[in-house]
């Protein structure tokens, strides 16, 4: 149990362009899913804090208006990054929590987005 | 102050040999959760061991061992007979409090090479 899947895998999209990364609890329901990014060989940052039916709370620095996020359902999450540049090449990981006795994450594989 | 310290950027272990990867923390919440993850090159995050604060014991899970420590607030990863598929990316993390919704802390991570 716990398995949550991210689509795409992979992306690869032009400047400018806008990309949507959606992540689903497979087999529980998530109220609360977080978005992370990750450059080569470091550590996770937190971007942003999505609740269902509202709005996500953005950590600092992260620009709202740039990375929308959308909880629209209990399994179901979505980044999109608009009007994407290369520095916006990166790996994003989704995770949404559960109650195991205690609130446990369980991450998505992760999307290598790729901007050219 | 970083709330979770990973001092080892990299390091290497003997096949079958074991090997302790550090990790500090730093918190005022008397409930507090620690969580170590593999993050292997496909990029997903395998989660690995846990340990609350009010445990009285040490965490174990198979080759896995947490040595926490609270005074120290350490809570070291042991892996035990280290096999070549050990070689990951390994995150320690912190969640504060008991709410859905509280954030995990990640620490900057250990490479380790398990050498044949």
């Known amino acids: 149990g716990a398995v949550v899947s991210q689509h795409p895998s992979r992306v690869i999209c032009k400047s400018g362009t806008s990309v949507k990364i959606e992540c689903r609890s497979l087999d529980f329901q998530a109220t609360t899913m977080f978005w992370y990014r990750q450059f080569p060989k470091k550590s996770l940052m937190l971007m942003a804090t999505?609740?269902?039916?509202?709005?996500?709370?953005?950590e600092q620095g992260v620009e709202k208006d740039k990375f929308l996020i959308n909880h629209a359902s209990l399994t179901l999450s979505t980044l999109t990054v608009t009007s994407a540049h290369p520095e916006d090449s990166s790996f994003y990981i989704c995770?949404?929590?559960?109650?195991?006795?205690?609130?446990?994450?369980?991450f998505g594989p992760g999307t290598r987005l790729t901007v050219l | 102050a970083q709330k979770i310290t990973q001092t080892q950027p990299g390091m290497f272990v003997q096949e079958k040999e074991a090997v302790t990867l550090d990790c500090t923390y730093d918190?005022?919440?008397?409930?507090?959760?620690l969580f170590w993850y593999k993050q292997p090159s496909s990029g997903e995050m395998i989660f690995l061991i846990y340990?609350?604060?009010?445990?009285?014991q040490n965490a174990t899970e198979g080759r896995y061992s947490l040595n926490f420590q609270k005074a120290r607030k350490s809570a070291n990863l042991v892996i035990s007979a280290s096999q070549l598929g050990d070689s990951a990316m390994y995150f320690c993390?912190?969640?504060?409090?008991?709410?859905?919704?509280?954030?995990?802390?990640f620490g900057t991570g250990t490479s380790l090479t398990v050498i044949p």
């Open positions: 918190t005022s919440d008397p409930s507090y959760g």
């Open positions: 340990q609350g604060s009010y445990d009285q």
């Open positions: 999505s609740n269902e039916g509202s709005k996500a709370t953005y």
């Open positions: 993390a912190m969640r504060e409090g008991v709410l859905a919704g509280n954030q995990f802390y």
């Open positions: 995770s949404a929590s559960e109650w195991r006795g205690r609130w446990e994450q369980f």
